[in-house]
């Protein structure tokens, strides 16, 4: 990690030092370029491995070529992984007689015999919808995929029946698929049918052996089919296996091969506890992605203003005249936007506290440590923090305030059921968002959209342009939050009042996991929110603890604030958490901290006990 908390990076040259291998060799080169070759193939890429092959001058070997191919699209077809079957046929089998070709640059294949393949296609798919209760789904490919391969089915009466599949409430029910037993069955003829269409045309079989030996060409390409998933696989274990600092086995993966793996240590040690609330702290979020300081508000009607390296006072800003039920930050953290039950929204500027961390002002009140003291007159200064808006109109609590990640908007949701959006320009109200059927909880902003969590167990995705609703997520429970990933934004988080919080894919409206283990079911908006490079998962607990799961899994990773029963007193002051609720926990890329608002007046900011920032003398 960098001294800053940032992620390591380990590069090829820190494991490697000089080249493992001359890449000027021509050998060398020809073997790099024969597995290239050969994973196009893999990948049923054939015109684009022929061309790579023709480039160098490798020899083709088609059996071994093609046996390659065909094993690979079993293996999507068994997986159900229809997008790199279509990509195959389509390179393969389809397209006009003048332009198609056989596998690997081949003659065309029988047109009669692939119709077959594509009907038999088309129709296991249709099935498995079927199967699946998707009707509307089983519809559309009965008109665009089956309809025009009637001719190529295998009876007269198979259309028939998968037509009348559409009224049955089994898939037994239609004579055509009395047989059916499952989607796997249903895969494994099929992945058979098309290693059977390429036999057609390609020998599959071992090329004859001439005086017991295979042929060498056969040999070095046999050798090259999957050797390059084989290499990078071995290259990304290397780098998370070489990494100083090493995350939980379970979130150990790269994202991404175009970059070297990034690694990160997820917080396990309190840092230090801010305390200055002279009440309930319902939120607390860092601003902007630079992290260098942190906000919170609660139930003394403050925000308070923190630096994030050590936990000191940075500013109060006064204004709200009652509970503080959320902030929400702009990405650079020079606008910040708080929500109140006194029926207000107000929106800071905060460049000042950016510009120079001296002289501290904000209109209306000075920070002197624990307090707020009034500013007599002639005292504000024009780089004090100010309010720059306060906005209105609303009937009772705000309960949520979500700033666009650029500053140009807000918007509000609370307990009128509405939704509203900002413009901070001109301080006006652009468009209301009604659907709720109570109280709106929770807002976040997902890209272009913007989404709001209710207290009728629905999460609705707006279109800000048009006003239209385009989705809802229908939860078990009250929704007390919302988070929308920031590199892959279909994927939304809620926390809700049945004890689960869950990931949903925002493309399908569907549940992709849940997050178990914390308690959230009493009157309390306990949230939940993405953790370090967005593989977590962390949030609050009525419990008084912060969990953090592992995103893939659903797993509980760590419960800060747990102290083991033996553990010794050191041990115990670096895992000692919140004495009451924990509302919501926020983490920080750039400085690898995770604060924490609780029902005990403070905010706990929480690191690991392996990064360089602790190593090199940071606070425990």
């Excluded at 926390?495 to 869950?502: E, F, P, Q």
């Excluded at 919501?584 to 929480?606: F, H, I, P, Q, Y």
Aim: hydrophobic residues 40%.
């Amino acid at each position: 990690m960098s001294a800053r908390g940032g992620p390591a990076v380990l590069t090829a040259s820190a494991i490697l030092g000089d080249a493992a291998f001359d890449r000027s060799d021509l050998r060398i080169r020809g073997e790099i370029l024969a597995m290239v070759a050969s994973y196009l193939d893999e990948e049923g890429l054939s015109r684009a491995a022929e061309a790579v092959r023709e480039e160098v001058g490798l020899e083709v070997d088609r059996r071994a070529a093609a046996r390659a191919l065909a094993i690979a699209r079993e293996r999507d077809i068994l997986a159900g992984d229809w997008p790199a079957v279509d990509a195959t046929v389509r390179a393969v089998v389809t397209g006009p007689a003048e332009r198609r070709q056989g596998p690997l640059g081949g003659p065309p294949l029988n047109q009669r015999n692939v119709d077959a393949f594509l009907y038999a296609l088309a129709r296991q798919r249709y099935v498995e919808r079927i199967d699946a209760g998707d009707t509307t789904g089983a519809l559309a490919l009965l008109r665009t995929s089956l309809k025009p391969l009637e001719a190529a089915a295998p009876s007269p009466e198979d259309f028939r029946d998968l037509c009348y599949l559409l009224s049955c409430r089994a898939v037994t029910e239609a004579p055509g698929t009395r047989r059916w037993k499952g989607v796997a069955e249903g895969r494994e003829r099929l992945a058979a049918q098309f290693r059977n269409l390429l036999e057609l045309d390609v020998d599959l079989s071992p090329a004859p052996a001439q005086g017991g030996e295979e042929p060498a060409g056969a040999e070095k390409l046999e050798r090259a089919e999957g050797r390059l998933i084989e290499l990078l696989e071995q290259a990304a274990t290397l780098q998370i296996e070489r990494c100083r600092i090493r995350p939980p086995s379970v979130i150990a993966r790269l994202d991404s091969l175009l970059e070297d793996f990034k690694s990160f240590a997820p917080p396990d040690t309190l840092r230090y506890t801010a305390k200055g609330h002279r009440g309930n702290v319902k939120c607390a979020t860092f601003l902007g992605e630079d992290g260098t300081f942190f906000a919170s508000g609660g139930g003394d009607s403050c925000v308070r203003l923190w630096r994030a390296e050590d936990g000191t006072p940075a500013a109060i800003l006064r204004g709200h005249t009652s509970r503080i039920w959320d902030l929400s930050a702009s990405r650079r953290g020079d606008l910040l936007a708080s929500a109140g039950s006194d029926s207000m929204v107000r929106v800071w500027n905060l460049r000042s506290l950016h510009d120079s961390e001296t002289s501290l002002r904000v209109k209306g009140s000075l920070n002197t440590g624990d307090g707020c003291v009034p500013l007599g007159e002639g005292n504000e200064e024009a780089n004090g923090i100010e309010q720059l808006l306060a906005l209105q109109g609303f009937e009772g609590d705000v309960y949520s305030a979500g700033m666009h990640p650029d500053g140009g908007y807000v918007a509000s949701g609370g307990y009128d059921r509405l939704v509203r959006l900002w413009d901070l320009q001109t301080g006006q109200m652009v468009r209301s968002f009604a659907g709720h059927n109570l109280s709106v909880s929770h807002v976040r902003w997902g890209g272009s959209v913007l989404l709001s969590a209710s207290k009728d167990y629905r999460v609705r995705i707006w279109d800000t342009v048009s006003g239209a609703c385009v989705r809802m997520l229908q939860a078990l429970g009250e929704v007390t939050s919302v988070d929308v990933a920031g590199s892959k934004g279909h994927y939304v988080l809620t926390s809700s009042k049945d004890n689960a919080n869950r990931l949903w894919d925002m493309r399908t409206g569907k549940v992709v996991r849940k997050f178990k283990g914390h308690q959230n079911t009493s009157k309390n908006f306990v949230s939940c929110a993405f953790g370090p490079s967005e593989r977590t998962v962390v949030g609050g607990s009525e419990d008084g603890m912060v969990y953090l799961w592992d995103l893939e899994t659903g797993n509980v990773l760590n419960r800060l604030g747990h102290v083991p029963l033996d553990a010794d007193d050191a041990t115990a002051t670096l895992h000692r958490g919140h004495m009451g609720i924990v509302y919501s926990a926020a983490w920080n890329e750039r400085r690898g901290l995770l604060c924490s608002a609780s029902e005990d007046s403070t905010v706990k900011v929480w690191g690991s006990r392996n990064s360089a920032e602790y190593d090199e003398g940071g606070r425990g």
